[in-house]
């Protein structure tokens, strides 16, 4: 079992930055595809940024943050961190870390694009801009 518990979210200004943490327990395989989503009221869940943990460094990037926001882990303490910088209002929503233990390069693409893949999810952080 798989338990993912986010933090770091708040409320800041426009142009400012945040640091999202997904603490990660239970049995996360090296390759596992994890990854940053973020639903706002009113909206449709979207994929923000995904790696692969313990993985080759790739990354994926929704086309909305990237040069903004930079998805990173620690390894050692199975941490995901999201960074985000140059927040906008519309970066507004609740934010969710997701696993997919399950996945196996080559596969299926680990990618924002698909959150149905992913089986776990945590409770979720909010993170407000103000213009």
């Known amino acids: 079992q798989v338990q993912l518990v986010e933090s770091g979210g708040g409320s800041v200004r426009s142009g400012g930055s945040l640091r999202l943490s997904c603490a990660a327990s239970?049995?996360?395989?090296?390759?596992?595809?994890m990854g940053w989503f973020r639903q706002a009221p009113g909206k449709e869940r979207e994929g923000v940024a995904v790696?692969?943990?313990?993985?080759?460094?790739?990354?994926l990037y929704a086309d909305s943050v990237k040069g903004r926001f930079t998805i990173s882990q620690d390894k050692a303490k199975k941490t995901l961190v999201l960074q985000m910088n140059n927040l906008k209002p519309e970066d507004t929503a609740m934010y969710y870390c997701?696993?997919?233990?399950?996945?196996?390069?080559?596969?299926?693409?680990?990618?924002?694009?698909?959150?149905?893949?992913?089986?776990?999810w945590g409770q979720g952080t909010q993170v407000t801009v103000s213009s």
């Open positions: 790696a692969v943990f313990d993985g080759d460094g790739s990354t």
């Open positions: 239970g049995y996360i395989p090296s390759d596992t595809c």
């Open positions: 997701a696993a997919d233990p399950a996945y196996v390069s080559g596969a299926y693409p680990c990618s924002p694009q698909f959150p149905s893949n992913f089986d776990y």
